[in-house]
T-cell receptor, first 113, second 113 residues
Framework: SQKIEQNSEALNIQEGKTATLTCNYTNYSPAYLQWYRQDPGRGPVFLLLIRENEKEKRKERLKVTFDTTLKQSLFHITASQPADSATYLC????????????FGKGTRLSVIA | DGGITQSPKYLFRKEGQNVTLSCEQNLNHDAMYWYRQDPGQGLRLIYYSQIVNDFQKGDIAEGYSVSREKKESFPLTVTSAQKNPTAFYLCATTARTPINEQFFGPGTRLTVL
């Protein structure tokens, strides 16, 4: 069966440390992988997209990796801050107009001061 | 001010009543989506539309209906056939090119009394 899993429902981390969130999938072959941030009571906001032929993508304190052999993406936030506390969602993107994104359930990150 | 608007923000419905959630966009995007979000469940796709006057069922379409008469509008009706409609509903759009980033509205929280 097809599955997409994010490593844990919740992750607590000390301010200043690097947070690492995991997205694993089985029986899918996405062309891209996307990451979103969602704050309580609000819609998700797009953060980053990484293509299948890219190993790593960076944006400010964010870094995403994509390993199509392991079927895994890692999302890192370096020098984490309390303002980074939110739920982070990964989404499989098949880069096809007819195939919608497939979202993971999300990981709720809490950065403790 | 470009974006996606959803109304109302909060909606209360009595059992047995149909209710329509509004989603309007001025981003000129072709594709629009409706998701339902329950605690711990992530985003589940209800319906999506790639173009005006056309739409497809998502993973949990039973008890819902949609229309797409205008590019800007994609209303969702929650019918009395939906057994457990209390949830947070999110509308999203995408331009699909150059990337398939989704833009989300602020959401409507529906509560059945």
């Amino acid at each position: 069966s097809q599955k997409i899993e994010q490593n844990s429902e919740a992750l607590n981390i000390q301010e200043g440390k690097t947070a690492t969130l995991t997205c694993n999938y089985t029986n899918y072959s996405p062309a891209y992988l996307q990451w979103y941030r969602q704050d309580p009571g609000r819609g998700p906001v797009f953060l980053l997209l990484i293509r299948e032929n890219e190993k790593e993508k960076r944006k400010e304190r964010l870094k995403v990796t994509f390993d199509t052999t392991l079927k895994q993406s890692l999302f890192h936030i370096t020098a984490s801050q309390p303002a980074d506390s939110a739920t982070y969602l990964c989404a499989l993107d098949f880069h096809s107009g007819n195939t919608p994104l497939v979202f993971g359930k999300g990981t709720r990150l809490s950065v403790i001061a | 001010d470009g974006g996606i608007t959803q109304s109302p923000k909060y909606l209360f419905r009595k059992e047995g009543q149909n209710v329509t959630l509004s989603c309007e966009q001025n981003l000129n995007h072709d594709a629009m989506y409706w998701y339902r979000q329950d605690p711990g469940q992530g985003l589940r796709l209800i319906y999506y539309s790639q173009i005006v006057n056309d739409f497809q069922k998502g993973d949990i379409a039973e008890g819902y209906s949609v229309s797409r008469e205008k590019k800007e509008s994609f209303p969702l009706t929650v019918t009395s056939a939906q057994k457990n409609p209390t949830a947070f509903y999110l509308c999203a759009t995408t331009a699909r090119t150059p990337i398939n980033e989704q833009f989300f509205g602020p959401g409507t929280r529906l509560t059945v009394l």
